[in-house]
Protein backbone atom coordinates (compact mmCIF):
# COMPACT_ATOMS: atom_id res chain seq x y z
CA UNK A 1 0.00 0.00 0.00
CA UNK A 2 2.87 2.47 0.84
CA UNK A 3 4.13 1.98 -2.87
CA UNK A 4 0.97 2.55 -3.79
CA UNK A 5 0.61 5.63 -2.03
CA UNK A 6 -2.43 4.75 -0.33
CA UNK A 7 -1.24 4.78 3.49
CA UNK A 8 1.63 4.30 5.94
CA UNK A 9 1.33 2.01 9.10
CA UNK A 10 1.53 1.96 12.65
CA UNK A 11 1.77 -1.20 14.43
CA UNK A 12 -0.36 -2.49 17.58
CA UNK A 13 -0.65 -5.73 18.10
CA UNK A 14 -1.46 -8.46 21.29
CA UNK A 15 0.81 -8.83 24.14
CA UNK A 16 -0.22 -12.62 25.66
CA UNK A 17 1.65 -15.17 23.75
CA UNK A 18 -0.22 -18.72 22.99
CA UNK A 19 0.26 -21.68 21.81
CA UNK A 20 -2.11 -23.05 19.20
CA UNK A 21 -3.91 -26.37 20.02
CA UNK A 22 -3.32 -29.72 18.48
CA UNK A 23 -4.00 -30.39 15.09
CA UNK A 24 -4.19 -26.22 14.20
CA UNK A 25 0.08 -25.86 14.55
CA UNK A 26 -0.19 -24.23 11.25
CA UNK A 27 -3.43 -23.08 11.00
CA UNK A 28 -2.14 -19.76 11.87
CA UNK A 29 1.66 -19.36 10.63
CA UNK A 30 4.53 -19.15 11.85
CA UNK A 31 5.25 -18.55 15.79
CA UNK A 32 5.24 -16.60 18.15
CA UNK A 33 1.53 -16.11 18.06
CA UNK A 34 -0.06 -13.19 20.32
CA UNK A 35 -3.50 -12.47 21.44
CA UNK A 36 -4.86 -9.57 22.18
CA UNK A 37 -6.82 -10.66 25.03
CA UNK A 38 -5.63 -12.80 28.23
CA UNK A 39 -7.41 -15.78 27.92
CA UNK A 40 -4.85 -17.58 30.29
CA UNK A 41 -7.29 -18.30 32.87
CA UNK A 42 -9.26 -20.77 30.61
CA UNK A 43 -8.93 -22.06 27.24
CA UNK A 44 -7.63 -19.87 24.66
CA UNK A 45 -8.63 -22.32 22.01
CA UNK A 46 -12.03 -24.14 23.03
CA UNK A 47 -13.91 -22.25 20.37
CA UNK A 48 -11.72 -24.06 17.58
CA UNK A 49 -12.64 -27.15 18.85
CA UNK A 50 -16.70 -26.79 19.12
CA UNK A 51 -15.98 -25.78 15.01
CA UNK A 52 -15.81 -29.08 14.41
CA UNK A 53 -19.90 -29.28 15.96
CA UNK A 54 -21.05 -26.99 13.77
CA UNK A 55 -24.28 -27.83 11.49
CA UNK A 56 -23.93 -27.50 8.27
CA UNK A 57 -26.50 -24.58 6.89
CA UNK A 58 -26.38 -22.39 10.05
CA UNK A 59 -26.70 -18.69 8.94
CA UNK A 60 -23.75 -16.75 10.72
CA UNK A 61 -25.40 -15.01 13.19
CA UNK A 62 -27.48 -18.06 14.11
CA UNK A 63 -23.64 -19.78 14.24
CA UNK A 64 -22.62 -16.86 16.47
CA UNK A 65 -25.53 -17.76 18.77
CA UNK A 66 -24.35 -21.05 19.01
CA UNK A 67 -21.17 -20.54 20.35
CA UNK A 68 -22.28 -17.51 22.65
CA UNK A 69 -24.93 -20.43 24.25
CA UNK A 70 -22.71 -22.91 24.66
CA UNK A 71 -19.86 -21.12 26.35
CA UNK A 72 -22.01 -19.68 28.74
CA UNK A 73 -20.09 -18.85 32.25
CA UNK A 74 -17.21 -19.65 30.26
CA UNK A 75 -16.83 -15.88 28.75
CA UNK A 76 -13.65 -13.29 29.02
CA UNK A 77 -13.77 -11.23 31.70
CA UNK A 78 -14.72 -7.67 30.72
CA UNK A 79 -11.92 -6.72 32.43
CA UNK A 80 -9.82 -8.44 29.82
CA UNK A 81 -11.73 -6.87 27.12
CA UNK A 82 -11.26 -3.21 27.98
CA UNK A 83 -8.03 -3.90 28.31
CA UNK A 84 -7.53 -4.74 24.86
CA UNK A 85 -9.31 -1.64 23.34
CA UNK A 86 -7.18 0.89 25.90
CA UNK A 87 -4.10 -1.11 24.30
CA UNK A 88 -5.70 -0.20 20.45
CA UNK A 89 -6.54 3.44 21.47
CA UNK A 90 -2.98 4.29 23.09
CA UNK A 91 -1.86 3.95 20.26
CA UNK A 92 -4.21 5.77 18.53
CA UNK A 93 -3.95 8.89 21.48
CA UNK A 94 0.08 8.06 20.29
CA UNK A 95 0.19 9.40 16.63
CA UNK A 96 -2.51 11.66 15.84
CA UNK A 97 -2.33 11.08 11.46
CA UNK A 98 -3.82 7.53 12.36
CA UNK A 99 -7.15 7.85 10.42
CA UNK A 100 -8.06 4.01 9.25
CA UNK A 101 -7.69 0.57 10.90
CA UNK A 102 -6.69 -3.18 9.37
CA UNK A 103 -6.79 -6.03 11.55
CA UNK A 104 -6.73 -9.95 11.10
CA UNK A 105 -8.75 -12.18 12.85
CA UNK A 106 -8.93 -11.49 17.05
CA UNK A 107 -7.46 -8.19 15.71
CA UNK A 108 -10.22 -7.26 13.05
CA UNK A 109 -12.65 -8.10 15.92
CA UNK A 110 -10.79 -5.74 18.50
CA UNK A 111 -10.92 -3.36 15.60
CA UNK A 112 -14.23 -3.36 14.19
CA UNK A 113 -15.29 -3.00 17.99
CA UNK A 114 -13.07 0.05 18.81
CA UNK A 115 -14.84 1.69 15.40
CA UNK A 116 -18.18 1.49 17.56
CA UNK A 117 -16.77 2.86 20.85
CA UNK A 118 -15.66 5.42 18.96
CA UNK A 119 -19.19 6.07 18.09
CA UNK A 120 -20.25 6.19 21.39
CA UNK A 121 -17.89 8.26 22.97
CA UNK A 122 -18.86 10.99 20.33
CA UNK A 123 -22.31 10.43 21.58
CA UNK A 124 -21.60 10.59 25.23
CA UNK A 125 -18.95 13.12 25.43
CA UNK A 126 -18.51 14.84 21.33
CA UNK A 127 -14.94 12.95 20.94
CA UNK A 128 -14.33 13.35 17.64
CA UNK A 129 -14.30 10.04 15.74
CA UNK A 130 -10.30 8.92 14.53
CA UNK A 131 -11.47 6.01 12.22
CA UNK A 132 -12.79 6.93 8.68
CA UNK A 133 -12.10 3.54 6.87
CA UNK A 134 -11.54 0.01 8.16
CA UNK A 135 -9.98 -3.09 6.38
CA UNK A 136 -11.16 -6.50 8.27
CA UNK A 137 -9.32 -9.49 7.13
CA UNK A 138 -11.38 -12.72 8.41
CA UNK A 139 -12.69 -11.00 11.16
CA UNK A 140 -15.46 -11.19 13.60
CA UNK A 141 -18.38 -8.94 14.64
CA UNK A 142 -17.85 -6.10 17.29
CA UNK A 143 -18.48 -7.21 20.96
CA UNK A 144 -20.45 -5.17 23.71
CA UNK A 145 -20.15 -5.95 27.54
CA UNK A 146 -23.75 -7.42 28.76
CA UNK A 147 -24.44 -8.23 32.09
CA UNK A 148 -21.54 -8.24 34.96
CA UNK A 149 -18.86 -10.06 32.95
CA UNK A 150 -20.25 -11.36 29.66
CA UNK A 151 -19.09 -10.46 26.45
CA UNK A 152 -21.02 -10.82 23.53
CA UNK A 153 -21.06 -10.22 19.76
CA UNK A 154 -23.36 -7.70 18.31
CA UNK A 155 -25.24 -9.70 15.50
CA UNK A 156 -27.24 -8.10 12.54
CA UNK A 157 -30.39 -9.43 13.08
CA UNK A 158 -30.14 -8.60 16.68
CA UNK A 159 -29.28 -4.77 16.40
CA UNK A 160 -31.34 -1.38 14.43
CA UNK A 161 -28.83 -0.85 11.61
CA UNK A 162 -25.54 -0.64 10.63
CA UNK A 163 -23.39 -0.82 14.12
CA UNK A 164 -20.31 0.18 11.90
CA UNK A 165 -21.22 3.04 9.43
CA UNK A 166 -17.81 4.43 7.70
CA UNK A 167 -16.25 2.40 4.74
CA UNK A 168 -15.21 -1.20 5.62
CA UNK A 169 -13.09 -3.71 3.43
CA UNK A 170 -14.14 -7.35 3.97
CA UNK A 171 -11.27 -10.02 3.29
CA UNK A 172 -12.03 -13.84 3.67
CA UNK A 173 -11.55 -17.09 2.18
CA UNK A 174 -14.56 -19.62 1.36
CA UNK A 175 -12.42 -22.55 3.23
CA UNK A 176 -11.99 -20.04 6.22
CA UNK A 177 -13.33 -22.61 9.25
CA UNK A 178 -14.58 -19.02 11.03
CA UNK A 179 -16.33 -17.98 7.45
CA UNK A 180 -19.13 -17.51 9.36
CA UNK A 181 -18.18 -14.74 11.78
CA UNK A 182 -16.31 -12.86 8.95
CA UNK A 183 -19.51 -12.81 7.32
CA UNK A 184 -21.89 -11.89 10.40
CA UNK A 185 -19.09 -8.73 11.03
CA UNK A 186 -19.73 -7.57 6.93
CA UNK A 187 -23.65 -7.86 7.59
CA UNK A 188 -23.24 -5.67 10.49
CA UNK A 189 -21.33 -3.11 8.51
CA UNK A 190 -23.00 0.01 6.18
CA UNK A 191 -24.07 -2.63 2.80
CA UNK A 192 -23.58 0.83 0.83
CA UNK A 193 -20.02 1.15 1.38
CA UNK A 194 -19.01 -2.25 2.44
CA UNK A 195 -16.88 -4.33 0.08
CA UNK A 196 -15.96 -8.10 0.30
CA UNK A 197 -13.44 -9.87 -1.34
CA UNK A 198 -13.36 -13.86 -1.22
CA UNK A 199 -9.54 -15.31 -1.50
CA UNK A 200 -10.52 -18.72 -2.19
CA UNK A 201 -8.46 -20.04 0.85
CA UNK A 202 -8.21 -20.35 4.73
CA UNK A 203 -7.79 -18.45 7.81
CA UNK A 204 -4.86 -16.63 6.40
CA UNK A 205 -4.10 -13.37 4.92
CA UNK A 206 -3.19 -13.91 1.47
CA UNK A 207 0.12 -13.41 0.15
CA UNK A 208 0.25 -14.98 -2.99
CA UNK A 209 0.91 -12.40 -6.45
CA UNK A 210 -2.67 -13.22 -7.61
CA UNK A 211 -4.80 -12.50 -4.53
CA UNK A 212 -2.15 -9.68 -3.56
CA UNK A 213 -2.19 -7.66 -6.84
CA UNK A 214 -5.82 -8.08 -7.40
CA UNK A 215 -6.43 -6.94 -3.47
CA UNK A 216 -3.78 -3.75 -4.34
CA UNK A 217 -6.02 -2.88 -7.27
CA UNK A 218 -9.52 -2.90 -5.63
CA UNK A 219 -7.76 -0.77 -2.43
CA UNK A 220 -6.78 1.74 -5.05
CA UNK A 221 -10.05 2.04 -6.62
CA UNK A 222 -11.90 2.29 -2.34
CA UNK A 223 -9.54 4.39 -0.80
CA UNK A 224 -9.09 7.56 -3.09
CA UNK A 225 -13.15 7.92 -2.82
CA UNK A 226 -13.10 7.47 0.43
CA UNK A 227 -9.46 10.18 1.54
CA UNK A 228 -11.65 12.39 -0.95
CA UNK A 229 -14.86 12.37 0.96
CA UNK A 230 -12.88 13.10 3.85
CA UNK A 231 -11.44 16.02 2.65
CA UNK A 232 -14.97 17.53 1.80
CA UNK A 233 -15.98 16.52 4.76
CA UNK A 234 -13.06 18.24 7.06
CA UNK A 235 -13.48 21.43 4.82
CA UNK A 236 -16.63 21.60 5.47
CA UNK A 237 -16.34 21.32 9.93
CA UNK A 238 -13.95 24.10 9.41
CA UNK A 239 -16.71 26.24 8.03
CA UNK A 240 -19.17 25.32 10.55
CA UNK A 241 -16.58 25.97 13.31
CA UNK A 242 -15.82 29.55 11.47
CA UNK A 243 -19.28 30.42 11.38
CA UNK A 244 -20.18 31.68 14.94
CA UNK A 245 -16.96 34.25 14.38
CA UNK A 246 -18.23 35.49 11.27
CA UNK A 247 -21.86 36.08 12.48
CA UNK A 248 -20.58 38.14 15.52
CA UNK A 249 -18.74 40.21 13.15
CA UNK A 250 -21.70 41.68 11.75
CA UNK A 251 -20.60 41.43 8.18
CA UNK A 252 -23.84 38.90 7.16
CA UNK A 253 -26.87 37.79 8.71
CA UNK A 254 -27.95 34.24 8.87
CA UNK A 255 -29.15 33.76 5.59
CA UNK A 256 -26.44 35.11 3.71
CA UNK A 257 -23.95 32.85 5.49
CA UNK A 258 -25.93 30.13 4.39
CA UNK A 259 -26.67 30.64 0.70
CA UNK A 260 -22.18 31.39 0.89
CA UNK A 261 -21.79 27.83 1.86
CA UNK A 262 -20.63 28.33 5.49
CA UNK A 263 -23.31 25.97 7.07
CA UNK A 264 -23.04 23.41 4.12
CA UNK A 265 -22.46 19.88 4.71
CA UNK A 266 -20.87 17.54 2.65
CA UNK A 267 -22.00 14.19 2.04
CA UNK A 268 -20.23 11.71 -0.39
CA UNK A 269 -21.15 8.13 -0.89
CA UNK A 270 -18.39 5.78 -1.48
CA UNK A 271 -19.93 3.15 -4.03
CA UNK A 272 -19.54 -0.54 -3.34
CA UNK A 273 -16.84 -2.58 -5.92
CA UNK A 274 -18.84 -5.05 -8.49
CA UNK A 275 -16.82 -8.27 -8.64
CA UNK A 276 -19.28 -9.69 -10.50
CA UNK A 277 -17.64 -9.33 -13.87
CA UNK A 278 -14.15 -9.36 -15.30
CA UNK A 279 -11.18 -10.43 -13.66
CA UNK A 280 -12.50 -10.42 -10.34
CA UNK A 281 -15.28 -12.89 -11.46
CA UNK A 282 -13.41 -15.89 -9.76
CA UNK A 283 -12.69 -14.72 -6.73
CA UNK A 284 -15.93 -13.80 -5.68
CA UNK A 285 -18.17 -16.21 -4.35
CA UNK A 286 -20.57 -14.78 -2.02
Not at 12 to 20: A, F, K, L, R, T
Not at 48 to 71: A, I, K, Y
Request: hydrophobic share 35%.
Amino acid sequence: MKKRDLGEFTYSQGIYEVDPPTGWEDYFGARPLYRFLDTSRGDAFETLRRLRHVPHGMNPEDTMRMFQSESHGEDWHQRAWREALDSVFQTLDEDEEIDAIIGYSEGAMVAASLIVEEGLRLQRSGTPRRIKFAIFISGAPPLKMEGENRITAQLADEVNGAVIDIPTFHIFGCDDAFLSSAVALFNVCDQESATMYDHGLGHIVPRDNENVGILGKVLGSIIPPVEEANRKQKQADTLMRARPHMMRSGSETDEENLHHGVGHSVIDRIEKMDFSTGEFESHHRI
